[in-house]
């Protein structure tokens, strides 16, 4: 694994921040982010600092895929595996 002193692998990336809705039931907001580098999307909680990965539809990703993104440094660009990732939703339908 990367290691950069004193960073993480979330600090990695260059996100651009949206409000998806600023009150939430319990007073918190949920924020997307979404990486201009890579593409990867996240949802987040503030009240309860949840988050999770995302498919371009705003759909939760599995945990698996949750975990290992989260771990995962900025590589600077999209990655191919990401396509399939996107695709293990965590509640199909």
């Known amino acids: ?3 950069q002193k004193g960073r ?3 600090d ?3 996100w651009k921040v949206k409000t998806l809705e600023s ?3 319990g007073g918190g907001s949920r924020l997307g982010f979404t990486c201009r580098s890579c ?3 996240f949802g987040h909680m ?3 600092h949840r988050t999770w990965a995302v498919n371009d539809e705003g759909l939760s990703l599995s945990d698996e895929i ?3 993104w989260m771990l995962q440094w900025c590589l600077g660009h999209a990655i191919e595996t990401d396509d ?3 695709k293990s939703v965590k509640h199909p339908h």
């Open 1 to 3: 694994m990367q290691t």
């Open 84 to 86: 399939e990732d996107r």
């Open 66 to 68: 949750t975990s290992r």
């Open 23 to 25: 009150l939430t039931p």
């Open 39 to 41: 593409g990867r999307k």
């Open 8 to 10: 993480n692998p979330w």
């Open 12 to 14: 990695s990336h260059d």
């Open 46 to 48: 503030t009240i309860n």
